[in-house]
């Protein structure tokens, strides 16, 4: 077999969303970043098909909403079933319903048209460090591919190669319970939201066109060791028993089965190689909790892997990923356990829904809820004073610049920091030696109200909060960015 070499900054396995999304932040900085793929074609399965608020934020940071069009708009969405309304404030409101293939699909065309290289059709068959290079090596159909890299990052799925690889540590529970779902077309059978019957839960959703997804989940089953995907006699079989309508005569275009397994990476960063998305957190993909907390990973991490190549910053900075987005994690799979029992527990589980769904009548545990699935309420902790801003992403507000109103979100197109002051007239851009990693904006907002007290706030490239001061606090400002964008270049 031929062998071939590759050498690059950054290759990242995988190209789901979640890779592409990586792929696209790091050449966006100008890194030169291969994503391995080893399937040969791109993914016609529909999967995930719901983007929450703060995902829609992230990729209006990059303008990449246009090419999405306008995908459906849902307010509600549902905690263990419990109807849950997502309204918050955020440009983007509620969730999108967008399929996983379209979703890919424009996250590709972005990053390839940056700079990212795509090889398809290899599967990654070894990795290790090696000094200050990881070397890795994949097989396809051309031969031995060997890889050379400053550092490679794990976006290969719940199934992760790299992950086994290295053997890390991946504690937590296997699948007790599951959910059978299927796309399926030629069915006429009515609309179910979490419909709760006497043998299971069933779900039915009719696509605009006019295939049906399905899900059901027979109360008292468990969740079997497959070696393939569930088959459509078996969700048919099933949904009958369950609701007693036979969709047999339909033609299935996709089906699968997931369970309630819950798995969480000991340490999302081992040295050189990192991990993001279902590679680093394993759950069941609950109101498309999943792919959204996957994406929100390789956003935190692509602007710090990018300072750490441009040898702007160092170790601690890329090491705030791990702390950052593991504590998130845990937050997110906690939820998720929690709402597969509401959902797929038996009769014994209706008292606690039925409190459940009290509570969420009220608007404080509503907006508590309807924030921890959304994204919306991420908080990280970045130092400094206490101040209600500080480690929250930027709140939504419209602001003023001459004569634009701007988002928050657009203010970060550059994937650089940005130094926002609110105190009108022109902006007082960062000190002498940032430059090059934090513009300066001036604005005045709309509403003050988020922002009251606030005269200048510094932003991450991920739009949360580094920094609030105002006139004074100099010293402040040079810590906040000494940690979050390195020293300042020498003159």
């Given amino acids: 077999m031929a062998a071939d070499r590759l050498a690059a900054d950054v290759v990242v396995v995988g190209a789901g969303p979640v890779g592409l999304m990586l792929a696209g932040e790091l050449a966006l900085a100008g890194a030169d970043v291969v994503v391995l793929e080893k399937r040969h074609a791109p993914n016609h399965e529909s999967r995930a098909s719901t983007l929450h608020a703060r995902t829609m934020e992230i990729l209006d940071s990059r303008e990449l909403l246009p090419d999405f069009a306008t995908p459906p708009n849902e307010p509600r969405g549902h905690f263990g079933g419990i109807p849950l309304d997502l309204t918050l404030p955020s440009t983007h409101p509620g969730q999108w319903k967008v399929p996983q293939t379209r979703t890919e699909a424009v996250l590709e065309e972005w990053a ?50 790299v992950r086994r690889l290295l053997g890390a540590g991946f504690p937590g529970q296997d699948a007790g319970r599951e959910l059978i779902r299927a796309d399926v077309d030629g069915i006429e059978i009515p609309d179910r939201r ?35 995907d569930a088959s459509f006699e078996e969700i048919a079989t099933v949904w009958k028993r369950v609701t007693g309508e036979d969709i047999s005569g339909g033609t299935p275009l996709w089906v699968n089965a997931f369970g309630d397994a819950s798995r969480q990476l000991t340490h999302y960063r081992h040295g050189r190689i990192l991990f993001a998305g279902d590679a680093a957190h394993r759950q069941m ?18 602007w710090k892997l990018a300072l750490r190549l441009g040898g702007r910053a160092g170790d601690e900075l890329l090491d705030t990923y791990h702390t950052e987005r593991h504590a998130v994690g845990r937050r997110v799979l906690a939820n998720i356990r929690a709402q597969a029992h509401l959902l797929l527990g038996d009769r014994t589980v209706e008292p606690l829904r039925t409190v459940l769904g009290e509570l969420i009548a009220q608007e404080d545990v509503r907006a508590h809820l309807a924030g921890m699935i959304s994204g919306l309420d991420v908080r990280y902790d ?11 992403r930027m709140p939504h507000t419209v602001l003023h610049t001459g004569r634009r109103r701007l988002h928050p979100a657009q203010l970060l197109r550059t994937g650089k920091g ?7 007239g022109d902006p007082a851009g960062p000190p002498d030696g940032w430059a090059d990693r934090v513009g300066a904006v001036a604005a005045l907002p709309e509403d003050p109200g988020p922002l009251h007290g606030a005269g200048r706030v510094l932003l991450r490239p991920d739009g949360h909060v580094a920094w609030v001061g105002e006139d004074s606090g100099e010293e402040g400002l040079r810590t906040a960015l000494n940690r979050w964008f390195g020293p300042p270049a020498s003159r």
């Fill in 418 to 424: 940005v130094l926002l002051d609110l105190r009108g």
């Fill in 112 to 161: 390839l048209a940056l700079g990212a290289e795509l090889k398809c059709g290899h599967e990654l068959v070894a990795v290790g460090e090696t000094g200050d290079r990881v070397e890795a090596e994949a097989t396809g159909r051309d031969g031995v591919l060997h890889l050379s890299c400053r550092y490679l990052v794990a976006c290969d799925g719940e199934n992760s190669t």
């Fill in 194 to 228: 979490f419909q709760r019957l006497e043998r299971g839960l069933a779900i039915a959703a009719r696509r605009p066109d006019g295939v049906t997804r399905v899900m059901v989940h027979e109360f008292g089953s468990s969740a079997r060791e497959r070696a393939a």
């Fill in 382 to 392: 970045v130092g400094g004073p206490a101040h209600p801003l500080l480690g929250a």
């Fill in 285 to 302: 993909p609950i109101g498309g909790q999943a792919l959204n907390l996957g994406v929100q990973d390789a956003f935190n991490l692509g």
